[in-house]
Structure formats: structure tokens, C-alpha cells
């Protein structure tokens, strides 16, 4: 079994500090290498029975899955933090910028595309799509394909909340060159709200988790000002893009592999373990596996 990690005595790391809206976060030094240190934000008291959200918990599991898969994430590690006498469960995720390298969201790209009636916020499909299409950091084709896959990774983990601020690109300084940015802030995914209460329900009733499958979390990109149902989408194979995304991406996920590595975390219950295993397989075959199947005759 691995060894818990206390990040509480970790060396803090001045002059750097991370904006984001979900959870504090702070910079430190674990095995001489940099890290931003997560905390779940507060739960809403009104829903839950948390008093803080399992975000963290999301964000180490679904990071960790995008690179089963073969996506590019950040790297994680959870452990514990003890602030005013109370342990909190946070995430550790490794910096991946260096010191010559700066992460630029994809809303500030889209705000580079001058001809565009559009904000850097804005998350409709359309509007997305025309950036990638027009910007020139870098190659359209390459920044497409990689829109769809984390897109199809999310419809796999539930993440309701993929905005234009939470991925992007690096630029190099000394080479002057861009590449697209491992995949980060994945603390959405998973219902990160739900309690054991809300885990046991789904888990116990059918129609309980097939609403959280077949008709929410939804994304964050929309179409026609409305936020895509992702079974509903992906369903309609209307998206050829995203349709050889799924292609791609659905014989790379390895059920036993996922379960293997949750069943590893050591801090979370067996409730929770049963839940993220069962909910993320439901998703796999309820909403991926069925269209793969599909597509895959009809690309034959």
C-alpha cells in the first residue's frame, strides 16, 4: 500500500500564486520539484452533507486518467494538509510550465482573433471552433484533434465545466514556439459535490445514476446558447471531428486498468471507490461504447 504524504511542512514558494475560483491554492516545493497545491473548496451545505467538496479527490483521478489514456495531463499526487487543526485531503499538481515556458488559457488566445464578433469567454461551439481554425499560435489541425479528444475524455468523466479559461497552450520564451498544455483543473469531473449519501443513492438506484448519465452534467460548451448534453451529442454522430475522436479515444480506455488505479488511492472509502468505478464504467458503456460500436461499422 503507498504512504500517506503530508504536504502541511513543504517549503512555500513566494512570488507565485494561481488565480481560479475552485479552492485555494498555493505553491511548494515537494521532491525538489514545484507544485500548486489545491484545497477543496467548501461545499454547499445546502445539497450535501460535505464540508468540503471532493475536488481534489476529481481532480488526481481524472488527471491520472487523461494520461491512461493517452492525453497529456499534469501530473498529480494527493495527500493531506492540515490547516487550523483540520487535515483536508488536496492535490498536488506539478508545474509544468519551467521558468522560460508561460501558460496562456485559450481565452486569451481567442482574444487574439481580432475578426472574431465574439469575447475571449464565450464557449460556443461555433465560436470555438472559428478560433481554433483562426488562430496561429499553433497547427489548427493539431489543436482540433486535441479539442475533441479531451472533449470525448470529459464526456467519459462527467466534467460540467471545461470553459475556455481551464486549457490552453505553453509558449517558450528562449524558442519562441507554442505547444498545446497538458490538460489541467480536471476538479469537475466525477460530481466532485456529491457525499456518501448522494454515492450510496446512485449506487442503489438505477434511475439515479442513469440521470447522471443520460441527463446531466452537461458541458460547458454550448450550442445556440444552450450547454451540450454530452449522451445527446455524441449520440446524434452529426460531428465527424468528433466522431473520429471517439474512434480514437474509446479503444485506449481500459476499464480494469482505471479500477485498479482507484482501488490504489488510500483516501477514499470503499464507498467512494465503488463509486467512481461504477460511475465512470456506466458512462464508458452507456454513452462511448455504443457509438464507438457504431461508428466503427460505419467507417468500415
Known sequence: MANRIDFTNCKRIVGRAYNGANGKKIAIEYENERYMLKFPPSGNRKTTELSYTNSSVSEHIASSIFNMIGIKAQKTILGTFTVNGKEKIVCACKDFTGKDKNLYDFCSIKNTVIDSEHNGTGTELSDVLETIEKQQFVNPTVLLTHFWDVFVADALLGNFDR????????????????????????????????????????????????????????????????????????????????????????????????NAFIDSIIYISDIQKEFYKTYIKARYEKILLPNYRALSLNFK
Not at 486549457?167 to 519562441?176: A, E, R
Not at 451540450?228 to 475522436?245: P, Q, T
Open 163 to 258: 470553459h475556455n479559461g481551464n486549457w490552453g497552450f505553453l509558449f517558450d520564451d528562449q524558442t519562441q514556439t507554442t505547444e498545446i498544455a497538458p490538460v489541467f483543473d480536471c476538479g469537475s469531473c466525477l460530481l466532485p459535490q456529491a457525499d456518501e449519501n448522494v454515492m450510496k443513492a446512485i449506487l442503489e438506484n438505477e434511475d439515479e445514476l442513469n440521470a447522471r448519465i443520460f441527463q446531466f452534467p452537461t458541458s460547458a460548451i454550448k450550442i445556440n446558447d444552450r450547454k451540450i448534453n454530452y449522451y445527446d451529442f455524441l449520440s446524434s454522430m452529426n460531428n465527424r471531428e468528433c466522431n473520429k475522436a471517439i474512434l480514437r479515444i474509446v479503444p485506449n480506455i481500459d476499464i480494469e486498468l482505471i
